[in-house]
C-alpha cells in the first residue's frame, strides 16, 4: 500500500474532493436540525435508541431499567473480593473524608474539603493508578462558564437543558452554571493559563449546542492544564492520597450508611479496610466497557467501578440508558482508532464531510445529534471513505480552519491534535482528519443532589459516576465544568459533615453479601466478577494459556 | 532449544515484527503501537498505561534499534512499534517536587532558584531536549528559568505531560517537568491576571442577581421550557 | 542600521535590568542595535572550567553557535556576538579561543552537538559592548550623540577583573585601561583615577564569606571617597552587586555620610543621550543615583 504524506492513495482520491470544495464551503452554512428532525436522526442511528445493544437490569433499586448490556453485565456480577475474607477488625486507614478517585472531581473534592476547614491528616485519597491517570487530562476542547457580559448563566441554563433533551436535574443543572464563573476565577487564582486575547480578556469558543462562545481553553490541553495544577495544589498542600489501590467495595455498618471502603493495591495485592465518616466517589465512567463494541475515548481504569460498588450499597441510580460517543473519534490511521479528535477542530471552523467532499450536517449540533449524522453517513448512504482495515469515516476538515483564522493557528490552539496525527505522518493543516463516533461519556450514573449527597447516608458523588447533570446529553465543555463544581461542593458538604458529632458504627460488608443473595437468585448464565478494575486486553493466545499458581507456592 | 507457537488467525493474516520487551523477543504484528504489542505479548500492565491517548505520560518509553547506538524516547501508547526495537518503560521517575505557595511568590528568577536550585547546574547538554516525547525544548525553558524569563518558561514546557523522561537523563539532576510546572503557575497567576468581566459576573452571582430568574425557569412546564430553548438567540455564531 | 547578536547572560535578566535596557536603547542611537539571542543558554561561567572538562564547554561553544544562526536572520551583522556581562564576556572569549586552537576538542564538542543541528564553524568573535563602542562605533560619534554633557558627575571608572584578565579575554591593557576613562570623557563627565581600578571586588566569596567582599568593597570605597569623586561607573553586574549591596550595609555599620552610587556605564550613557530615565531600572540600586542626578539637574 503505497503511502502519500501519511495517507494511502485511495484516501488521497477522496481528499482531492476536500481540496477542491474548501474554497466554496468558506461561507457556507449548513442549516442546524429541528428539535423534531434531531429526534428522527437519533432514533434511526444513535447506539441509545437500537435496542439490540441494550436489556434490564435485573435486580436492586434501578430494577427495570434498560441500559447498555455492557453496564447491565458488570451489574449482574459477584464481587471481585469475598466479603468473607476480609477482616474489618483491623483498620488501616481511620479518616474523616475519604475521596475514591482521584481525577479531577476526586482532587477538586480534596482541596475544597481541606479548604473548608478538615485538617488534611483527616483526608485520604485512594486511586486504581496513579495520580492523574484519569480522563480529566484527556478533555482537551474546553470548559464553559458564562462570564461574558453579553452571556449569562440564565442562557448557559438554557443550553444545557435542552442539550440534554430536558431531562437534567434543573437543581443541578442550576449548580452547575451557577458556579462557573467561580470555577474559572479559582483557576484564575491557582495559576493556570487559560488562553488569553491580546486585551487580556479569555477566549471564549463555541462549543456544540451552545448559543453564546463561553468556552474556555487552555490550547487543546485544557483537562491537562487544569489537572496538573490540581495534583501541584494536592502535593503542595501535603493531602495524603494512595495510588494503585482502587477500591473494591464500599463498607457500610448496622445502620445501612456507608462507613469506607476496602482499598486493593493492584500491585502488592493486599486488601486495606479504610473507616470514613464521610466517603465520596469520584472514580468516573465506564469508557473501558466499550458498550455497543466501539472504541474509545476514555483512560485505562474508566470501569464505572464506583457505580458498581455503590449499586450493592443500595445506590440509586438514573439515566444510565444514555451513552454519548464523542461525534469524532480518530477512525486512521489504526494505531489511534477511537481516540479523540477534539470538538474545538469544529469549535475553530472545522466542517464534516463526505467522500465528496461536501457538507454533511451543521458542524455545532449537540453530540448525540452530530454523532447520529456521521453514523448516519456511514451505515446508511455511500459517501464514506473506507481505510485499508475497513473502518468507515468522514472527513473532518481541518485545514479550513487556518482558511479561516490565518496560518498558526491549528499549531498554537490544537497542538495535541496536531502532534498526535503528525507522529503518523499526517499534517492536519494540510490535511483532513478522518473520524467516526467513538465511546465517550458516561451521562447517567449515581443519583445525588446539589451538595453531592447521595440516597445514601455517608456517600456522596461528584463528576462523571453521578446522573443528572447532563439529562440524556452532555454538552462539550460541561464535563470539566461539572467536575469541578461539584467535586468542589462535594469536599465543601464533606467538611460540614467532618464538623458534625455524629459517627459511624460497626463496619460490616453486610450489603454484599446480600447482593449476592440478590445475584444467586437469578441463576445467571454466566458467572461474572466486578468491580472490572482494569479492562483486557492480552492476545486470545496468551488467556488461553493463563494459570492460576498458588500464592504460597512462590 | 526450539519453542513451538501457537498460531493465531492474526499472526497468520497480518505481518508480524520482532521487538524485545525487557529483553524478551516477542512476535507482535507490526501495527500495533507499543503499548498495545506489550500487551499482545501477554503483560497486564498495571504501571505504564495511564490514558492511552498521549496526554498523562504515564507510559514513557524507551528504546533502541539494532545496530544503532542512540536512545530514543517515546510515548508507548503514541508509537507505532518497528522491527528489532528493545524497549522498556519507564513509568515513574524519583524527582522530588518542592512545595510552596503561589501566592507568596512573584514571577521572577529568584522564585525559580529559591525552589530548584539545580537549575543553576545546566550545562546546556540538551539531552532533555532530545528525549522528550513531545520534542519541547526543555533546555531552553530551564535556561529561561535560570534567566526569570518566566513566560517564555511557561510558554515553551506548556505542552509538558510530565513523563519525567527528561529527568531521568539530565547530567546536572535537574527535575525539568517540576520546574515547568512551577514557571506556568507563576506565568498564569501574575502575568495572566484574571479579566474585570470575570470578577463582575461572580460577584453578580454572589448577590444573587440571578436567583430569581432561575427559579423562575425551573418553574416553567417541559412545553414552556423547549420553546424558551428553540428562541433562545445565537449571537456569537454564524447560524443559519 | 546595523545589528549585533546580542547574548545578555542571566544576571542582565535579574538584578542588571537596567544594564541591558540602557545599553539596548543607547546601542540603537549609535547604529549598533543590540539585538538578543532568541534562545539563548547560560555561557557557563557557573561551572568550573577545569582546561580537560569538554562537558562543560558545550554551553559555550552552543552559544557561539546559536548567535552564529541567528546572525543570518539580522541586518549588517558582522560575525560578532556582543556580551554585557563581563564574567559572560571572558567564558565566551576564553573558550572561543580554545576550540579555535584545539580541533580535537571542538571536534568532540560538535559531535554532541551535532543531532541539535547546532555544531559550530570556529567563525564567530566575541565582543564586549564597550569593545564595539570603541573599536566599531567610535568616541566621536558617541560624543556626537551627547544632548545632556555629564557636568558635575566626578567619576571613577573601575575595572574589576574579568574585564583585563587573563589574557585570552582582556578587553583593554590590563596596566593602563581607558576605554572607560575616553567614553566618560565623550560624556562630558570628569573622570578621576583610582588606584584601585582592579581590585578585586571580592567577587563570588559574596555567597560564602560576606566579610572578605566588605574588606574589599569598603576600600575601593575609601579611595574614591578620599579623591572625591561622587560616582562610580562599572562595566560587570557582579562588581555592581558587591559595590552597591555591600555599601549599603557597611553605612549602615559605620553611619558614613558619604554614598557613592554605582553606575554602569550604559546608564550614563542614556542619560547624556536623553533616554527616559525609567530605563536605568535606579529602584534596583541600594545607593539611589537619582540624588545624585537631581543635585546636579541632570535627572529629566
Not at chain 1, 222 to 235: S, V
Request: charged share 25%; proline share 5%.
Amino acid at each position: 500500500m503505497a503511502m502519500i504524506r501519511g495517507y494511502p492513495e485511495n484516501m488521497r482520491k477522496s481528499i482531492e474532493n476536500v481540496n477542491k470544495t474548501r474554497s466554496k464551503r468558506l461561507d457556507q452554512i449548513i442549516p442546524d436540525l429541528t428539535l423534531a428532525e434531531r429526534k428522527e436522526v437519533l432514533d434511526g442511528f444513535h447506539p441509545d435508541y437500537n435496542p439490540k445493544f441494550k436489556r434490564n437490569i435485573t435486580w436492586g433499586q434501578n430494577k427495570g431499567d434498560n441500559v447498555p448490556n455492557e453496564v447491565v453485565d458488570v451489574l449482574e456480577a459477584y464481587p471481585m473480593v469475598n466479603p468473607d475474607d476480609i477482616d474489618l477488625s483491623q483498620i488501616d486507614f481511620d479518616v474523616n473524608v475519604l475521596i475514591v478517585g482521584a481525577g479531577g472531581a476526586g482532587t477538586s473534592a480534596a482541596l475544597w474539603s481541606k479548604y473548608a476547614g478538615v485538617p488534611k491528616e483527616e483526608i485520604l485519597l485512594a486511586t486504581k493508578l496513579r495520580l492523574g491517570d484519569c480522563n480529566t487530562v484527556m478533555a482537551q476542547g474546553g470548559i464553559q462558564a458564562a462570564d461574558r457580559p453579553d452571556d449569562s448563566p440564565i442562557i448557559h441554563y438554557l443550553d444545557a437543558i435542552g442539550g440534554g433533551h430536558f431531562e437534567n436535574n434543573p437543581k443541578l443543572v442550576n449548580a452547575l452554571v451557577a458556579d462557573g464563573p467561580k470555577i474559572i476565577k479559582w483557576h484564575k487564582d491557582l495559576g493556570m493559563m487559560y488562553d488569553c486575547n491580546e486585551d487580556g480578556s479569555l477566549v471564549q469558543n463555541p462549543g456544540g449546542g451552545t448559543s453564546r462562545n463561553r468556552m474556555h481553553c487552555a490550547k487543546d490541553y485544557t483537562g491537562m492544564e487544569i489537572f496538573r495544577t490540581l495534583k501541584d495544589e494536592i502535593i503542595n498542600l501535603e493531602i495524603p492520597y494512595l495510588e494503585f489501590s482502587p477500591a473494591v467495595e464500599l463498607i457500610t455498618d448496622e445502620t445501612g450508611r456507608v462507613a469506607g471502603t476496602v482499598l486493593y493495591n493492584i500491585e502488592t495485592k493486599q486488601y486495606f479496610v479504610v473507616r470514613a465518616k464521610t466517603t465520596i466517589l469520584t472514580t468516573g465512567g465506564f469508557g473501558r466497557l466499550h458498550v455497543a463494541g466501539f472504541p474509545t475515548t476514555n483512560h485505562y481504569g474508566a470501569t464505572m467501578d464506583g457505580v458498581v460498588m455503590a449499586y450493592r450499597a443500595g445506590a440509586k441510580l438514573r439515566d444510565l440508558d444514555a451513552t454519548q460517543f464523542h461525534p469524532t473519534g480518530a477512525a486512521f490511521p489504526e494505531q489511534i482508532v477511537g481516540l479523540l479528535i477534539t470538538e474545538k477542530v469544529r469549535s475553530l471552523g472545522g466542517q464534516v464531510l463526505g467522500k465528496d467532499g461536501e457538507q454533511l450536517c451543521y458542524p455545532l449540533e449537540p453530540r448525540d445529534v452530530e454523532a447520529s449524522s456521521i453514523i448516519k453517513c456511514c451505515t446508511s448512504t455511500d459517501n464514506y471513505i473506507e481505510t485499508p482495515t475497513q473502518m468507515r469515516g468522514v472527513w473532518l476538515d481541518s485545514p479550513l480552519i487556518e482558511e479561516i483564522k490565518g496560518k498558526g493557528t491549528i499549531l498554537n490552539n490544537l497542538s495535541a491534535m496536531y502532534r498526535m496525527m503528525n507522529r503518523f505522518d499526517i499534517d492536519i493543516t494540510e490535511d483532513p482528519i478522518l473520524v467516526y463516533p467513538t465511546l465517550h461519556y458516561q451521562n447517567g450514573g449515581i443519583e445525588h443532589d446539589e451538595n453531592c449527597y447521595t440516597s445514601i447516608k455517608g456517600l456522596l458523588a461528584a463528576g462523571e459516576i453521578s446522573g443528572g447533570v447532563h439529562g440524556k446529553n452532555r454538552l462539550m465543555g460541561n464535563s470539566l465544568l461539572e467536575i469541578n463544581v461539584f467535586g468542589r461542593r462535594a469536599g465543601m458538604t464533606a467538611a460540614k459533615e467532618f464538623r458534625k458529632k455524629s459517627t459511624v458504627g460497626k463496619l460490616s460488608l453486610t450489603h454484599v453479601h446480600k447482593s449476592i443473595k440478590a445475584l444467586d437468585a437469578l441463576n445467571l448464565k454466566d458467572k461474572r466478577y466486578s468491580p472490572t478494575i482494569l479492562p483486557e486486553y492480552r492476545s486470545d493466545a496468551v488467556r488461553a494459556r493463563l494459570v492460576q499458581l498458588y500464592e504460597e507456592s512462590l | 532449544m526450539a519453542k513451538a507457537k501457537p498460531k493465531t488467525k492474526t499472526e497468520n493474516s497480518t505481518p508480524m515484527v520482532k521487538i524485545f520487551i525487557m529483553g524478551a523477543a516477542h512476535e507482535v504484528p507490526a501495527s500495533l503501537t507499543i503499548m498495545k504489542a506489550i500487551e499482545y505479548a501477554g503483560f497486564k500492565i498495571t504501571r505504564g498505561s495511564g490514558c492511552r491517548a498521549g496526554f498523562c505520560g504515564a507510559c514513557g518509553t524507551i528504546y533502541r534499534k539494532e545496530g544503532d547506538y542512540r536512545i530514543y524516547a517515546a510515548l508507548a501508547c503514541q508509537t507505532q512499534v518497528e522491527d528489532g526495537m528493545v524497549l522498556t518503560q519507564l513509568p515513574f521517575v524519583p524527582a522530588p517536587k518542592a512545595r510552596y505557595n503561589v501566592d507568596e511568590l512573584q514571577p521572577n528568577a529568584s522564585a525559580m532558584l529559591k525552589y530548584y536550585p539545580e537549575v543553576a547546574r545546566c550545562l546546556s547538554c540538551n539531552a532533555c531536549s532530545k528525549v522528550c516525547p513531545q520534542e519541547i525544548k526543555v533546555m531552553d525553558y530551564v535556561q529561561y528559568s535560570l534567566q526569570g524569563q518566566i513566560k517564555k518558561a511557561a510558554d515553551e514546557s506548556f505542552d509538558c505531560v510530565q513523563c519525567g523522561l527528561c529527568a531521568i537523563r539530565c547530567p546536572a539532576e535537574i527535575p525539568q517537568y517540576h520546574v515547568g510546572m512551577l514557571a506556568r503557575r507563576l506565568h498564569g497567576k501574575y502575568n495572566l491576571k484574571a479579566p474585570e468581566n470575570l470578577e463582575h459576573r461572580v460577584k453578580e452571582i454572589e448577590d444573587g442577581v440571578y436567583t430569581e430568574a432561575f427559579s423562575e425557569l425551573m418553574k416553567l412546564s417541559k412545553a414552556d421550557l423547549k420553546k424558551r430553548y428553540t428562541e433562545r438567540d445565537f449571537i456569537d455564531q454564524k447560524k443559519a | 542600521m546595523v545589528q549585533y547578536s546580542y547574548f545578555p547572560g542571566c544576571n542582565l535578566k535579574t538584578n542588571a535590568k537596567g544594564f541591558e535596557k540602557s545599553a539596548v536603547a543607547v546601542s540603537k542611537k549609535l547604529n549598533a542595535e543590540l539585538v538578543e539571542i532568541p534562545n539563548w543558554n547560560c555561557c557557563g561561567t557557573v561551572h568550573t572550567m577545569t582546561s580537560d572538562n569538554l562537558m562543560k564547554r558545550i554551553a559555550p561553544v552552543r552559544v557561539l553557535s546559536r548567535s552564529r544562526k541567528h546572525i543570518e536572520e539580522l541586518e549588517d551583522s558582522p560575525n560578532e556576538v556582543a556580551t554585557l556581562c563581563s564574567m559572560c564576556n571572558s567564558t565566551l572569549k576564553i573558550v572561543n579561543k580554545e576550540v579555535k586552537v584545539d580541533e580535537d576538542k571542538l571536534s568532540k564538542i560538535n559531535y554532541q552537538l551535532e543531532e541539535d543541528e547546532e555544531t559550530y564553524a570556529e567563525d564567530m568573535e566575541v565582543k564586549h559592548f564597550l569593545e564595539i563602542l570603541r573599536d566599531s562605533v567610535g568616541y566621536k560619534n558617541i560624543a556626537k550623540k551627547v544632548i545632556k554633557e555629564l557636568k558635575g558627575i566626578k567619576v571613577v571608572p573601575y575595572y574589576g577583573c574579568m574585564l583585563l584578565h587573563p589574557e585570552e579575554a582582556k578587553i583593554d591593557d590590563e596596566e593602563m585601561p581607558s576605554v572607560l576613562e575616553y567614553l566618560m570623557e565623550s560624556l562630558g563627565a570628569e573622570v578621576i583615577f583610582s588606584p584601585l581600578f582592579k581590585f578585586c571586588c571580592g567577587s563570588y566569596h559574596i555567597v560564602d564569606d560576606e566579610t572578605i567582599v566588605d574588606s574589599q568593597v569598603s576600600k575601593i570605597l575609601q579611595d574614591v571617597r578620599v579623591k572625591g569623586a561622587n560616582a562610580m561607573v562599572v562595566a560587570c553586574p557582579l562588581c555592581a552587586y558587591n559595590l552597591d549591596y555591600q555599601q549599603k550595609k557597611l553605612i549602615k555599620q559605620t553611619g558614613e555620610k558619604n554614598p557613592i552610587p554605582i553606575f554602569y556605564f550604559s546608564q550614563l550613557m542614556a542619560i547624556a543621550m536623553g533616554e527616559p530615565i525609567e530605563i536605568n531600572h535606579f529602584e534596583d540600586h541600594q545607593i539611589d543615583p537619582r540624588k545624585l542626578l537631581k543635585e546636579l539637574k541632570l535627572e529629566g
